[in-house]
T-cell receptor
Framework: TQLLEQSPQFLSIQEGENLTVYCNSS?????LQWYRQEPGEGPVLLVT?????EVKKLKRLTFQFGDARKDSSLHITAAQPGDTGLYLC??????????FGAGTRLTVKP | GAVVSQHPSRVICKSGTSVKIECRSL??????MFWYRQFPKQSLMLMAT?????????EQGVEKDKFLINHASLTLSTLTVTSAHPEDSSFYIC????????????FGPGTRLTVT
């Protein structure tokens, strides 16, 4: 069972600041997903990365998959209060074995 | 995008009773569905993997006789919490894998179970 470590666990920043969330493991993943979850709701898929070194952009969010496919990062530029939420990374070594990191709880203050 | 629904969204039941939660993929077929449990301010913990037409695979520590999973069709999986106890109170979330997008899972909105 692979272990995904997310950091930081909590992050509180001011509107307009940049931030990076990290997701690390000693295991190699065939794919890695990032989700955002709001209280009382299910996670919403933001992005899937499958190729080592892959970089994907979603408006102000930039996702990177490590060359060795063991780690990933999520960078948010000019954070806004609407970005507040729980960000989860999830990795799969094979199609039926996806595990979640502990999550990063982001608060963006206006 | 792919949509997964869950029903009910909230349920309160008395200790000792059973509760059934439904998970449906609305606009795609899912041979595999997953059931997660989430405690307050914690991440999702995988309970079981459900494959259409076969028995579910449970994670270590999850009682299969207590959490009954049925995946009768490509669009429906159910989780039944049998003889519920207050410690079973939690947020239960299902997800479904789109057949045409092997790597991606889509989550339902979750079911808040409270056992009194």
């Amino acid at each position: 069972t692979q272990l995904l470590e997310q950091s930081p666990q909590f992050l509180s920043i001011q509107e307009g600041e940049n931030l990076t969330v990290y997701c690390n493991s000693s295991s190699v993943f065939s794919s890695l997903q990032w989700y955002r979850q709001e209280p009382g709701e299910g996670p919403v898929l933001l992005v899937t990365v499958v190729t080592g070194g892959e970089v994907k952009k979603l408006k102000r969010l930039t996702f990177q998959f490590g060359d060795a496919r063991k780690d990933s990062s999520l960078h948010i530029t000019a954070a806004q209060p609407g970005d507040t939420g729980l960000y989860l990374c999830a990795g799969a070594a094979d199609e039926d074995d996806m595990r979640f990191g502990a999550g990063t709880r982001l608060t963006v203050k206006p | 995008g792919a949509v997964v629904s869950q029903h009910p969204s909230r349920v309160i039941c008395k200790s000792g009773t059973s509760v059934k939660i439904e998970c449906r993929s609305l606009d795609f077929q899912a041979t595999t569905m997953f059931w997660y449990r989430q405690f307050p301010k914690q991440s999702l913990m995988l309970m079981a993997t459900s494959n259409e037409g076969s028995k579910a695979t449970y994670e270590q520590g999850v009682e299969k006789d207590k959490f009954l999973i049925n995946h009768a069709s490509l669009t429906l999986s159910t989780l039944t919490v049998t003889s519920a106890h207050p410690e079973d109170s939690s947020f239960y979330i299902c997800s479904a894998r789109d057949l045409s997008k092997a790597y991606e899972q889509y989550f339902g909105p979750g079911t808040r179970l409270t056992v009194t």
